[in-house]
Nanobody, 114 residues
């Protein structure tokens, strides 16, 4: 059974940085496309950053230049480096692994204070 566990969230001031991690267990990490979906209060989850099995990355415009997604197949982990954080980045950040099926982590809170 595939399990995803996020870590690294917390409270940070605007302009600060955080690095989120998501560890996959129960399967072979390298075969999954990985992505991060923040869910802001009162909103649906939205895809903002993704990385393919081959390491190709994609970002929505609102995070380009501020957020970086990367993966370490040896550690079964995907990362999200977030710099220049803004209060509007406050959300629960969910990790997603996709191959034929999609799997979700429970999410981790990131709060950016102004």
């Amino acid at each position: 059974q595939v399990q995803l566990v996020e870590s690294g969230g917390g409270l940070v001031q605007a302009g600060g940085s955080l690095r989120l991690s998501c560890a996959l267990s129960g399967s072979i990490f390298s075969i999954y496309h990985m992505a991060w979906y923040p869910q802001a209060p009162g909103k649906q989850r939205e895809l903002v950053a993704a990385i393919t099995t081959g390491g190709v990355t994609n970002y929505v415009d609102s995070v380009k230049g501020r957020f970086t997604i990367s993966r370490d197949n040896a550690k079964n982990t995907v990362y999200r480096q977030m710099d220049s954080l803004k209060p509007e980045d406050t959300a629960i950040y969910h990790c997603n692994a996709k191959r034929r099926n999609g799997y979700w982590g429970r999410g981790i809170q990131v709060t950016v204070s102004s």
